[in-house]
């Protein structure tokens, strides 16, 4: 069954090693017969929310804030599948990614609280390697499909890879190619 894979990469650093994986999950995707769009959200004018309740009243399509979310709120609606890929920035999720995740409570509270169905994987790079760098983010990662009620297809650390091009020849690439063609 062919599927709609939006791949959200929140790293600001083009052509990183962020994005190298996410080609990587893409390039096995589309091999497989999937669709498959890359967000660069790093390169986006996202807000962070303002609490303001809007959503929750009927008012926004679906928030009232009028920034590059609404290209966000599209590709995300279209998508059934949904891959997280971020670089590690404290131990977490970066920025941008969080301010996104925070900003998909509108499109959620708009529909009556009504969260579509999700299957969900997750791309992670980062300066230092070893599996306690990636654990915050993980749990957080796992905690937000439980709490929205979506499915985990799997995931791709990349540990030491903190220059650009550092990535090449990782295991990793290899690891998300592989993941992109199973989805």
């Not at 669709?35 to 008012?59: F, M, N």
């Not at 679906?62 to 279209?78: G, H």
């Not at 929205?148 to 990782?170: C, F, K, N």
Request: glycine residues 12%; contains cysteine.
């Amino acid at each position: 069954m062919m599927r709609k894979i939006l791949v959200i990469n929140s790293s600001p650093r083009a052509g990183g090693n962020t994005q190298a994986l996410c080609e990587a999950f893409a390039q096995g995707a589309r091999t497989a017969g999937h669709e498959v769009e890359v967000l660069r959200i790093g390169d986006l004018d996202i807000r962070p929310c303002r609490g303001c309740l809007a959503c929750t009243h009927g008012r926004g399509d679906p928030c009232v804030i009028a920034d590059d979310m609404r290209v966000t709120y599209a590709a995300y609606n279209r998508a059934d599948t949904l891959v997280f890929a971020s670089p590690i920035y404290n131990w977490t999720f970066n920025g941008q990614m969080m301010v996104m995740n925070n900003r998909l409570f509108a499109d959620s509270a708009s529909k009556g609280f009504a969260i579509p169905k999700k299957e969900c994987g997750f791309l992670l790079t980062a300066e230092s390697d070893g599996e306690d760098v990636f654990a915050l983010a993980v749990t957080y990662y796992h905690h937000m499909l439980a709490q929205r009620g979506w499915s985990h297809l799997g995931g791709v650390t990349a540990g030491g890879v903190l220059e650009v091009g550092a990535i090449a020849g990782h295991p990793a690439l290899e690891d998300a190619r592989r993941l992109g063609g199973e989805v």
